[in-house]
């Protein structure tokens, strides 16, 4: 499987990059993992036109192959084996490459969400999007677990 993972902005911290440099390494065996960070803009000053610039640069990093799959609070929550179980369907189904959006701390603009296939939560709790992007991350490579049956998850 081919996953993409566009974010906006970049992980600043250096825990927050130890953390997905981690999952990274441990996604390699099972899939082919691509993440581009897309410029944030300012958002204090006018959100719509920073947001359409953000959602231009997120449509451009997407992959035209790719599912786009928008994690969004308002989208369909999935637990830990449902995740699991959905990618493997999607893989099984021919939809091998999926590209994961991560908005900014202002979200995505209307384009973005137009353009998704599907919104996925992560829960009903408000995230940081650098947080949002790590717990991505685990998601996925507790999902690969899961649908290998290899010990991790429980």
Known sequence: MRIAVVAVGKLKERHWRDAAAEYLKRLAPYATIEVTEVADRDVTRDERRALAAEAADILRAVPESARLVLLDIGGKARGSEEIAAWLSDLALDGDSHVAFVLGGAAG???EVRERAAERLSLGPVTLPHQLAR????EQLYRAFKIAR???YHR
């Not at 790590?134 to 991350?137: E, F, K, T």
Request: hydrophobic letters at 60%.
């Open 108 to 110: 995505v603009a209307d």
């Open 134 to 137: 790590v717990v991505l991350l």
């Open 149 to 151: 049956n290899e010990p």
